[in-house]
C-alpha cells in the first residue's frame, strides 16, 4: 500500500492500473468496519482502491465537533492495508484548498436546506467543495458511499450528474453493529450506557418502516420513546428520495416501488448525550 500526501503523485496512479477500474472511497479517517465494507465492496468489483483521509474543515459547521472528531492516522492506514487497499490520499488543508481550484456550484435542490442541510447550515456547500475536488485529484471510474449518510449520498449523485458524469456511484448498505446501531467514527464518543440506549434508534426506524398507512402515529410513538430515554431528536421523518420530500399522514401515496427505483426512507438525527447521531432505513 502506498501513501501519498500531494495530488500530483496520485497521476501515477493510473498508469499503475492495466485493465483494473480505479475505485476511490472518500473518508475523515477514525476508520471502522463501516469503512472496510466500502473497501471490501469495491474490491468485490475486481477494482484497484485508494482511499483518502482528510478531515476536511469546511464541513463542520460546530467548531467543537471538528476539535472532538477523532483522529487515528496510524491505526487507519494499518486497517487499510491489511484490507489490501493499493493506495491512500492523506493531504493536508493547502493541498485541498489552493488558491488555483475555484469552488464549483452544483444546483443541490431543497436538499440543501432540508434535514441536515437545516440542522447544518453550510454543511453540504463543505461536502460538495471538498468531494469536487477529491475527484478531480484522484480521477476515479466508480466511487463508494455509505448509505447511513443518505443525503450525503443524494448530494454527491447530484455533484456526479452535474459535473462528472462518467463516475459511477455506489450506496453501500449501513453496517450495524449486533445491536442494529450503525457504525460512525462518532460511536467511541459513547458510553457503554449510551451505546445500548442508541441502539433503539434503529429499531425506531424499522418498526415505522413497516407501518405504511400509520406511519406518522408511529412517527410521534417513537419521538416520545426516544426522548424518554434521553435521545434529543432533531427529526425523524419518512420521505421519498431522492428529494426528500416528507410523506403525507393522511394518504401514504409514495409507495416504493424497487423496479422504477422509487424509494422511501424513514430518517432519523438527534443527539445523545452530547453526541450527534444520524441513521435511516431506506425501504
Ligand atoms: O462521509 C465522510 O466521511 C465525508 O463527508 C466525506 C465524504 C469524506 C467528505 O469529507
Redesign the pocket.
Not at 14 to 27: E, N, R, V
Not at 59 to 66: K, Y
Not at 197 to 209: G, H, N, Q, T, V
Not at 218 to 230: C, F, T
Given at each position: 500500500m502506498k501513501v501519498f500526501e500531494r495530488a500530483e503523485d496520485l497521476l501515477h496512479i493510473h498508469s499503475d492500473l492495466g485493465s483494473q477500474q480505479l475505485a476511490f472511497i472518500?473518508?475523515?479517517g477514525a476508520l471502522h468496519q463501516g469503512h472496510l465494507s466500502l473497501v471490501r465492496a469495491a474490491q468485490a468489483k475486481g477494482h484497484k482502491t485508494i482511499v483518502s483521509i482528510?478531515v476536511?474543515p469546511l464541513?463542520f459547521n460546530n467548531s467543537e465537533d471538528l476539535l472532538k472528531y477523532p483522529r487515528t492516522l496510524q491505526a487507519d492506514l494499518k486497517l487499510l492495508d491489511d484490507q489490501g487497499v493499493d493506495w491512500v490520499f492523506t493531504p493536508n488543508i493547502d493541498e485541498m484548498y489552493p488558491a488555483s481550484i475555484a469552488d464549483v456550484e452544483v444546483d443541490l435542490g431543497l436538499l440543501e436546506d432540508r434535514f441536515e442541510g437545516a440542522f447544518r447550515p453550510g454543511h453540504f456547500h463543505g461536502?460538495v467543495q471538498?468531494?469536487y475536488r477529491l475527484f478531480k485529484y484522484v480521477n476515479p471510474s466508480e466511487v463508494f458511499?455509505g448509505q447511513k449518510?443518505l443525503q450525503?449520498c443524494l448530494v454527491i449523485e447530484q455533484l456526479i450528474e452535474q459535473v462528472f458524469p462518467h463516475i459511477k456511484m455506489h450506496r453501500v448498505q449501513t453496517m450495524r453493529e449486533d445491536s442494529g446501531l450503525a457504525m460512525s467514527s462518532r460511536n467511541v464518543r459513547l458510553s457503554p450506557e449510551s451505546l445500548l440506549k442508541a441502539a433503539e434508534i434503529s429499531k425506531s426506524l424499522k418498526d415505522i418502516a413497516t407501518r405504511k398507512e400509520e406511519f406518522c402515529e408511529a412517527i410521534d410513538l417513537h419521538s416520545q420513546r426516544l426522548a424518554a430515554i434521553g435521545i434529543e431528536v432533531e427529526y425523524l421523518n419518512c420521505v421519498s428520495l431522492p428529494w426528500m420530500d416528507a410523506l403525507e399522514c393522511d394518504h401514504f401515496t409514495k409507495e416504493p416501488n424497487p423496479s422504477n427505483g422509487h424509494q422511501n426512507a424513514v430518517i432519523f438525527a438527534g443527539s445523545l448525550n452530547g453526541v450527534r447521531l444520524i441513521d435511516n432505513w431506506v425501504f
Amino acid at each position: 500500500m502506498k501513501v501519498f500526501e500531494r495530488a500530483e503523485d496520485l497521476l501515477h496512479i493510473h498508469s499503475d492500473l492495466g485493465s483494473q477500474q480505479l475505485a476511490f472511497i472518500p473518508t475523515m479517517g477514525a476508520l471502522h468496519q463501516g469503512h472496510l465494507s466500502l473497501v471490501r465492496a469495491a474490491q468485490a468489483k475486481g477494482h484497484k482502491t485508494i482511499v483518502s483521509i482528510f478531515v476536511n474543515p469546511l464541513q463542520f459547521n460546530n467548531s467543537e465537533d471538528l476539535l472532538k472528531y477523532p483522529r487515528t492516522l496510524q491505526a487507519d492506514l494499518k486497517l487499510l492495508d491489511d484490507q489490501g487497499v493499493d493506495w491512500v490520499f492523506t493531504p493536508n488543508i493547502d493541498e485541498m484548498y489552493p488558491a488555483s481550484i475555484a469552488d464549483v456550484e452544483v444546483d443541490l435542490g431543497l436538499l440543501e436546506d432540508r434535514f441536515e442541510g437545516a440542522f447544518r447550515p453550510g454543511h453540504f456547500h463543505g461536502v460538495v467543495q471538498v468531494v469536487y475536488r477529491l475527484f478531480k485529484y484522484v480521477n476515479p471510474s466508480e466511487v463508494f458511499f455509505g448509505q447511513k449518510d443518505l443525503q450525503q449520498c443524494l448530494v454527491i449523485e447530484q455533484l456526479i450528474e452535474q459535473v462528472f458524469p462518467h463516475i459511477k456511484m455506489h450506496r453501500v448498505q449501513t453496517m450495524r453493529e449486533d445491536s442494529g446501531l450503525a457504525m460512525s467514527s462518532r460511536n467511541v464518543r459513547l458510553s457503554p450506557e449510551s451505546l445500548l440506549k442508541a441502539a433503539e434508534i434503529s429499531k425506531s426506524l424499522k418498526d415505522i418502516a413497516t407501518r405504511k398507512e400509520e406511519f406518522c402515529e408511529a412517527i410521534d410513538l417513537h419521538s416520545q420513546r426516544l426522548a424518554a430515554i434521553g435521545i434529543e431528536v432533531e427529526y425523524l421523518n419518512c420521505v421519498s428520495l431522492p428529494w426528500m420530500d416528507a410523506l403525507e399522514c393522511d394518504h401514504f401515496t409514495k409507495e416504493p416501488n424497487p423496479s422504477n427505483g422509487h424509494q422511501n426512507a424513514v430518517i432519523f438525527a438527534g443527539s445523545l448525550n452530547g453526541v450527534r447521531l444520524i441513521d435511516n432505513w431506506v425501504f
